[in-house]
Each structure stands twice: as structure tokens, then as C-alpha cells.
């Protein structure tokens, strides 16, 4: 069982808007902003698509976006494309002992 | 560019010692936080532990006991080594390269699969 829970999938038609959730705890997602999300395709190691709630790295799509209520932060795709199929994981700092705790991923699919 | 690479043996028996290293180039290890990620087969990433290139530590409780992470700065290397191996430990192991105070990690490794198993 994961530190933050995400669904196992979500799904969504080319050009259409897909939310995912991370619900984590009010000792990590609820009280850091320090929410981060990543892209995994298979066989490939994870990418950085937001930080800090919902702060693009350099070179990420704006159809990307983050945000955060409560215990619960979430990722966004916008405009759906086929390359954006793949695994999306969250992460939350979780305090100085803990540090960092991993969702278990939610599988996108592009139909 | 920055480029991480891992290296290490790709099968290891149980209640062996585990051992990796991460290999930077194109860049200074100097003044960068830098963490070991496994994750185990079809399952979501799990933190292990990150050093500070002047050696600072910090471990996943979960595997604290069994973990040593390490730099060579001069090398511009850092190694993890995870003793008393289990199947259980079997997964891809990535380095990567943390945002200094963001809890994020911007820069990956392709990432290494260790087989535990006799």
C-alpha cells in the first residue's frame, strides 16, 4: 500500500481534459506545498512534469497543470495527446524523518 | 548536459550486499543533493535514501537499517550499497539529481534492474 493514494487509471479521448488525484495525509500533502508530479513510460525512467505544486520545469507542455485542496493535490491534462499515455506518479515531502512519499501511479490511457 | 549513469551487477544473491553506483558527466556533483529510487516490478517508485555532495545523509526508515549511501566527489560518483538482500529487493534502481529544497527530482538515470536470486 502507498504512502499517497492515486487511482489505478484514468482515461480520456484526444483533445479532452483529464484529472488525476493524489490524496496524501495532513502531515505531507496538506501542509507542504512540495507536491510534485512525474511521467513514466514503459521501460523509461520517470520525467519531471511539475514541482512545487504546479510549477513547469523548462520544456513541459502548458497542457500540463497542478493544484492542491486540502490533503488532495492534482494533476490536469489538457488537450489530450497519444504520447501522453503513460504512468503519472505524485510525490509530497513528508517532514525531515519521512522525507519524500510516493503515490502508486495512475496508468493514463489515450482512447 | 547533465547525464547520470548507473553501474553495477545486474544479479545478486540473497543475504548478499547490493552495490551501485552513479556516474555524472556533464556536470559537478558539488553543491546538488543526489538520491537512489528503486521500484519494484510494476509497482510505483519507492525513495531510498539522498546524500548532500559534502556527505549529509538521510534514509527511507523502511530500509535504513540495510542502507549506506556514499560519495566520490572527486570521481564526481555516489553509490548506494543495500545489505542482506531478499527477492523482495529485486527492481530497477535510478539514480537521480534533486532540486535543492523543492523535494523534486529534476534529472534521471535510465535506471538499473538487480535481480535478487541464487
Known amino acids: 500500500q502507498s504512502a499517497l493514494t492515486q487511482p489505478p487509471s484514468a482515461s480520456g479521448s484526444p483533445g479532452q481534459s483529464v484529472t488525476i488525484s493524489c490524496t496524501g495525509t495532513s502531515s505531507d500533502v496538506g501542509t507542504y506545498d512540495l507536491v510534485s508530479w512525474y511521467q513514466q513510460h514503459p521501460g523509461k525512467a520517470p520525467k519531471l512534469m511539475i514541482s512545487e505544486v504546479n510549477k513547469r520545469p523548462s520544456g513541459v507542455p502548458d497542457r500540463f497543470s497542478g493544484s492542491k485542496s486540502g490533503n488532495t493535490a492534482s494533476l490536469t491534462v489538457s488537450g489530450l495527446q497519444p504520447e501522453d499515455e503513460a504512468n503519472y506518479y505524485c510525490?509530497?515531502?513528508?517532514?525531515?524523518?519521512?522525507?519524500?512519499?510516493f503515490g502508486g501511479g495512475t496508468k493514463l490511457t489515450v482512447l | 548536459q547533465v547525464q547520470l549513469q548507473e553501474s553495477g551487477p545486474g544479479l545478486v544473491k540473497p543475504s548478499e550486499t547490493l552495490s551501485l553506483t552513479c556516474t555524472l558527466s556533464g556536470g559537478s556533483i558539488s553543491g546538488y543533493f543526489w538520491s537512489w529510487i528503486r521500484q519494484l516490478p510494476g509497482k510505483g517508485p519507492e525513495w531510498i535514501a539522498y546524500i548532500y555532495s559534502s556527505g549529509i545523509t538521510n534514509y527511507n526508515p523502511s530500509l535504513k537499517s540495510r542502507v549506506t549511501i556514499s560519495v566520490d566527489r572527486s570521481n564526481n560518483q555516489f553509490s548506494l550499497s543495500l545489505n542482506s538482500v531478499t527477492a523482495a529487493d529485486t527492481a530497477v534502481y535510478f539514480c537521480?539529481?534533486?532540486?535543492?529544497?523543492?523535494?523534486?527530482?529534476?534529472?534521471w538515470g535510465q535506471g538499473t534492474l538487480v535481480t535478487v536470486s541464487s
Open positions: 537521480a539529481r534533486i532540486i535543492n529544497a523543492v523535494a523534486a527530482f529534476d534529472i
Open positions: 510525490t509530497s515531502f513528508a517532514g525531515t524523518n519521512n522525507w519524500l512519499l
